[in-house]
T-cell receptor, first 111, second 113 residues
Framework: DADVTQTPRNRITKTGKRIMLECSQT?????MYWYRQDPGLGLRLIYY???????NKGEISDGYSVSRQAQAKFSLSLESAIPNQTALYFC??????????FGNGTRLTVT | GENVEQHPSTLSVQEGDSAVIKCTYS??????FPWYKQELGKGPQLIID?????GEKKDQRIAVTLNKTAKHFSLHITETQPEDSAVYFC????????????FGTGTSLTVIP
């Protein structure tokens, strides 16, 4: 089983719809992150959380929100999806001083 | 914040040749530099990392070098094989201050058999 699991793997939605991407982990890490990947732009941080009561904005948080429901679960929501949010989204986990461990991504298309 | 630049964006090499990917960073306080490999349909996976108290680190065919004065670090892959074909990302981080990672824009490596 994957240590960091993202659901769904693929999602197509229409402009204006609300959607949620989910992430769960079995690594026991306190820190969880959401990244967005676009061709030529690398990985950009959307939100991160260092424990259940902690939520922090990354460099591109506008249009997104997150919820840390438990140590093992971190969800990303798009309140009103728009086409330029079409991208590959990655969840990652880490412990302090350790590298990131990524899930296999969710490919989101907004039409 | 930190700014990481990565070159080249694409790289093609013949099987058996070496490949070198270079990154520069802007924040001299950054002290941890991981490299990730991303295969098609998968998330990035750590392949090697280096901390600022070390100038070079090797793991079989992969090596990373760090020049703190010039603020650049490089990934070296020797004796390349077709399975090395992937997208590679460098990153910089300042440990113990929130562990935020700043990524380069990626290098698509193709190893031609």
């Amino acid at each position: 089983d994957a240590d960091v699991t993202q659901t769904p793997r693929n999602r197509i939605t229409k402009t204006g719809k609300r959607i949620m991407l989910e992430c769960s982990q079995t690594k026991g890490h306190d820190r969880m992150y959401w990244y967005r990947q676009d061709p030529g732009l690398g990985l950009r941080l959307i939100y991160y959380s260092f424990d259940v009561k902690d939520i922090n904005k990354g460099e591109i948080s506008d249009g997104y929100s997150v919820s840390r429901q438990a140590q093992a679960k971190f969800s990303l929501s798009l309140e009103s999806a728009i086409p330029n949010q079409t991208a590959l989204y990655f969840c990652a986990t880490s412990d302090p001083g350790s590298p990131l461990h990524f899930g296999n991504g969710t490919r989101l298309t907004v039409t | 914040g930190e700014n990481v630049e990565q070159h080249p964006s694409t790289l093609s090499v013949q099987e058996g040749d070496s490949a070198v990917i270079k990154c520069t960073y802007s924040d001299s306080a950054s002290n941890y530099f991981p490299w990730y490999k991303q295969e098609l349909g998968k998330g990035p996976q750590l392949i090697i990392d280096i901390r600022s108290n070390v100038g070079e680190k090797k793991d079989q065919r992969i090596a990373v070098t760090l020049n703190k004065t010039a603020k650049h670090f490089s990934l070296h892959i020797t004796e390349t094989q077709p399975e090395d074909s992937a997208v590679y990302f460098c990153a910089a981080s300042l440990e113990n201050t929130g562990n935020q990672f700043y990524f380069g824009t990626g290098t698509s490596l193709t190893v031609i058999p």
